[in-house]
């Protein structure tokens, strides 16, 4: 194993423990409201800044990227992007779907990449070029071949709803074309139960770098396909995400042609 997907694992897993300390006196935290629906609360906080001493502790010259601390001026050859609960809004329901995301990026290039969730105690983890494992089991996504019986999952727009139209015009497609859909409320595990075969693919507008860098990794590293809405590698900048196995992605590719208005899907 790599020594930076190393490091990665054991930040996520004692950001984790820490949430889980917590999930019993959520009445007790100081919650702030970011947005409409986009809430934070001290545990986010705490769980990042255990996440970047971790870092720092073995590489301390390395650039982050959190998302509630932003973006550090560090020059460096490596990027570290960090979501320490994605799922916050769940975590505030003592709802069982968040996690943790660590995602860290070479010269640009995505390279490792870790998803915790802590309720389950699951560990989803990659590098570049050596698959993709959980809880030291090899992942693949399925072999489903059509459309008609997929599993998907996505997620809502919730504060941003600007495209939501579109976004209720893709849903009702592929509401109507496959064996069914789940919104849990976790990007990050959405992205790893694509890697894991456990859904066959998963559709997404406007997210941000630390909601799905480690996944798209995940899914790639598990034999899945992973693009923006244009079928380029750009969702870090689109925030737009398409994952699924190869053989649906024309049918789900096609779909959101039909649906998503092209100024959405550059």
């Known amino acids: 194993m790599h020594p930076i997907l190393n490091v990665a694992m054991m930040a996520a ?13 959520i009445d007790q935290l100081t919650i702030e409201q970011k947005d409409r629906n986009n809430y934070v609360s001290e545990v986010d906080k705490a769980a990042e800044q255990t996440i970047i001493r971790a870092i720092h502790k073995y590489y301390p010259d390395h650039a982050i990227l959190a998302e509630e601390s932003g973006r550090n001026q560090a020059k460096s050859d490596f990027e570290w992007i960090i979501d320490p609960l994605d799922g916050t809004t769940n ?109 066959d693919g998963y559709w997404e507008f406007n997210l941000k770098p630390w909601d799905i860098a480690a996944g798209i990794l995940l899914v790639k590293e598990a034999g899945g396909l992973c693009t923006d809405f244009a079928g380029t590698e750009n969702q870090l900048e689109t925030g737009n995400v398409l994952a699924c196995t190869p053989k649906i992605m024309k049918e789900m590719m096609q779909t959101l042609v039909k649906t998503v208005p092209a100024e959405l899907r550059k």
Do not use: C, W
């Not at 897993?13 to 006196?25: F, P, Q, V």
């Not at 030291?136 to 071949?145: A, F, I, M």
């Open 91 to 199: 975590f505030l329901h003592q709802f069982p779907q968040f996690s943790i995301s660590i995602a860290v990026l070479e010269k640009g290039k995505l390279m490792h990449g870790v998803v915790f969730d802590p309720t389950r105690d699951e560990m989803f983890y990659a590098s570049r070029g050596q698959g993709a494992r959980m809880n030291n089991r090899r992942l693949r996504v399925t072999e489903q071949k059509t459309l008609n019986n997929a599993l998907l999952a996505t997620g809502f727009p919730y504060y941003e709803f600007d495209y939501i139209d579109s976004y209720l015009a893709s849903f009702k497609s592929f509401m109507q074309s496959t064996a069914g859909i789940r919104r849990a409320g976790s990007a990050a595990l959405d992205l790893a139960y694509v890697a894991a075969g456990r859904v």
């Open 13 to 25: 897993r004692e950001a984790g423990e820490l949430i889980m300390r917590s999930i019993d006196k």
